[in-house]
């Protein structure tokens, strides 16, 4: 099964790359398959391992203003379909980028730096408001949140204004979480309010545990606790829903890069278990923090500040991608794998694979594998001792009946279909 980590990668001012990262964590005996979801409901082993080497999905193209560039990105979503919705801040506009895309498209804004219904003016973050298909975008210079449609939407209309908006969030009954940055605090709109209620901080800026200093990032929990990164106070807070004041659950133990501290934390995800995940932003790390934790460990970067792949730059945002799976805390492995498909050599027969990549497991542990370099769908069922080509396998090509180096596979239960991604026919 497969988790994927997103994470953006800032500028400095000596290394100009915009460009987004993400993680993969594979556990090596799945028996359950993944179709991956995006919510507050998020099941992590506590002992999760990733990869340490991103992969770009975004951007890379040099800081510009380009349809294959960011500049300065800030806030990202990620839809249920891996597609990835981007504040691109210094360009005024949301960005969409399909997974495997090389280039995004213009979704808001784009018309340049301005305050008219058709522009933004440096947006900071952006969700997706999947009941009225819409994009919910804090456009913060214009001191605004507005409702862009998704559907032939030329224009965003305000839903809040006279607000510093840096970050925001939605819970499952609608109910939208929105930062003001200048007031150092947290509200919740209900559907149809403009005036919010009051859920975090709000006794201006300090560190006292009813405050909070330069409020960056909220998560809302399944019980509707709100956790918040600061960038002044170098910590992360929980508000259980209702309190008067907050309690620290990660930092806090002033600015530093030890494993107690933070330095300017931004986006922040919450599992299950309570484990906060943060974007340490000026330790160009990404940290773990378990539930009642005195100190955090280090899961991606933490290597330097710098533009390779296992390296991060600035990191703002991490939200997680996952389904719904119930895996006990104290899960054990086995530490002897053992081969379900394959290992007859590097060939194309039909119990050979070669470079294989992406899964999918069925509910009865029947394997389907992207056989990379055969160019073709393997469908294995559990026990056999060979497979059979279930798309592709003519050869190498574009043509209808053929594949080209197919990455990934999934089974579409209600149309009883397999979905394929093909980077090199740059289709699905």
């Known amino acids: 099964m497969k988790f994927s980590l997103f994470t953006l990668y800032m500028p400095s001012l000596s290394h100009t790359l915009s460009t987004l990262l993400f993680f993969h964590f594979i556990l090596?005996?799945?028996?359950?398959?993944?179709?991956?979801?995006?919510?507050?409901?998020i099941d992590i082993y506590?002992?999760?391992?990733?990869?340490?080497?991103?992969?770009?999905?975004?951007?890379?193209?040099?800081?510009?203003?380009?349809?294959?560039?960011?500049?300065?990105?800030?806030?990202?979503?990620?839809?249920?379909?891996?597609?990835?919705?981007?504040?691109?801040?210094?360009?005024?506009?949301?960005?969409?980028?399909?997974?495997?895309?090389?280039?995004?498209?213009?979704?808001?804004?784009?018309?340049?730096?301005?305050?008219?219904?058709?522009?933004?003016?440096?947006?900071?973050?952006?969700?997706?408001?999947?009941?009225?298909?819409?994009?919910?975008?804090?456009?913060?210079?214009?001191?605004?949140?507005?409702?862009?449609?998704?559907?032939?939407?030329?224009?965003?209309e305000t839903i809040i204004s006279n607000i510093l908006c840096m970050g925001l969030t939605m819970d499952e009954n609608g109910s939208l979480y929105v930062i003001d940055n200048e007031k150092h605090e947290v509200r919740r709109y209900q559907k149809g309010e403009s005036q919010g209620t009051l859920v975090a901080g709000g006794n201006g800026s300090g560190k006292r545990l009813d405050q909070l200093s330069l409020p960056q990032y909220v998560f809302v929990d399944r019980d509707h606790s709100v956790y918040v990164s600061e960038w002044g106070n170098h910590r992360v807070m929980k508000w259980i829903k209702g309190a008067k004041q907050g309690i620290v659950v990660a930092g806090g133990q002033g600015e530093g890069n030890g494993l107690t501290q933070l330095s300017s934390p931004r986006g922040v995800i919450v599992d299950e278990l309570d484990t906060?995940?943060?974007?340490?932003?000026?330790?160009?790390?990404?940290?773990?923090?378990?539930?009642?934790?005195?100190?955090?460990?280090?899961?991606?970067?933490?290597?330097g500040r710098g533009g390779e792949s296992n390296?991060?730059?600035?990191?703002?945002?991490?939200?997680?991608?996952?389904?719904?799976?119930?895996?006990?805390?104290?899960?054990?492995w086995q530490q002897n794998g053992l081969t379900i498909a394959g290992e007859n050599g590097e060939e194309n027969g039909i119990n050979q694979l070669s470079y294989p990549l992406g899964l999918y497991v069925d509910e009865d542990e029947t394997i389907y594998v992207a056989d990379q370099y055969n160019h073709r769908i393997v469908e294995w069922k559990w026990g056999a001792t060979s497979?059979?080509?279930?798309?592709?396998?003519?050869?190498?090509?574009?043509?209808?009946?053929?594949?080209?180096?197919?990455?990934?596979?999934?089974?579409?239960?209600?149309?009883?279909?397999?979905m394929i991604s093909e980077t090199l026919n740059g289709r699905v």
């Open 28 to 41: 090596s005996f799945p028996s359950i398959s993944v179709i991956p979801l995006l919510g507050t409901s």
């Open 311 to 332: 390296q991060l730059n600035g990191p703002f945002v991490i939200p997680l991608r996952g389904s719904s799976i119930d895996i006990h805390p104290n899960a054990r």
């Open 276 to 303: 906060v995940y943060v974007a340490d932003q000026w330790n160009d790390r990404i940290m773990r923090w378990p539930k009642g934790a005195h100190q955090g460990s280090v899961i991606v970067g933490g290597n």
């Open 387 to 418: 497979g059979q080509v279930v798309a592709g396998g003519n050869g190498q090509g574009s043509e209808a009946d053929q594949l080209n180096k197919p990455q990934d596979v999934i089974v579409d239960k209600e149309r009883d279909c397999l």
């Open 46 to 156: 506590p002992n999760a391992r990733w990869q340490q080497n991103g992969v770009t999905v975004a951007g890379e193209n040099r800081q510009g203003n380009g349809i294959n560039k960011l500049s300065f990105p800030l806030g990202l979503y990620v839809d249920d379909d891996q597609t990835v919705y981007v504040a691109d801040g210094a360009n005024h506009r949301i960005v969409e980028w399909k997974r495997g895309a090389t280039s995004g498209q213009v979704v808001a804004g784009g018309n340049g730096k301005g305050s008219e219904y058709h522009q933004l003016c440096n947006p900071t973050d952006v969700i997706i408001d999947k009941e009225r298909d819409s994009l919910i975008i804090c456009d913060t210079s214009n001191r605004r949140v507005v409702r862009w449609h998704r559907r032939n939407g030329t224009s965003g």
